[in-house]
Nanobody
Framework: QVQLVESGGGLVQPGGSLSLSCTAS????????MGWYRQAPGKQRELVAT???????NYADSVKGRFTISRDNAKNTVYLRMNSLKPEDTAVYYC????????????????WGQGTQVTVSS
């Protein structure tokens, strides 16, 4: 079982910044992709950013140039630095981690954090 613990989030004014972090623990062989998704009220969950074990990144167009995803492989932790926040960034942000529980190719796992609220409002 893979557990994810998220921290960060909260209330910030438009134009402000926030940072999120997510640490994976439990039983796993590898951590491959790590990422952040978000879900606003009444909307579907959407990708925010992902990062591979080799630190290749991918961002949603709506956050490019404002958000930065990074990871510390030694700490099994992924970060999301959010700058120039807008009211439309308001959502519950979820951490996602994918990898393998063992050397077997059938041992793929896909774990989600509990979510953390980010509210951008004046």
């Amino acid at each position: 079982q893979v557990q994810l613990v998220e921290s960060g989030g909260g209330l910030v004014q438009p134009g402000g910044s926030l940072s999120l972090s997510c640490t994976a623990s439990g039983s796993f062989f590898t951590i491959n992709a790590m990422g952040w998704y978000r879900q606003a009220p009444g909307k579907q969950r959407e990708l925010v950013a992902t990062i591979t074990s080799g630190h290749s990144t991918n961002y949603a167009d709506s956050v490019k140039g404002r958000f930065t995803i990074s990871r510390d492989n030694a700490k099994n932790t992924v970060y999301l630095r959010m700058n120039s926040l807008k009211p439309e960034d308001t959502a519950v942000y979820y951490c996602n981690v994918r990898g393998y529980r063992s050397h077997l190719p059938t041992s793929l796992y896909d774990a989600w954090g509990q979510g953390t609220q980010v509210t951008v409002s004046s």
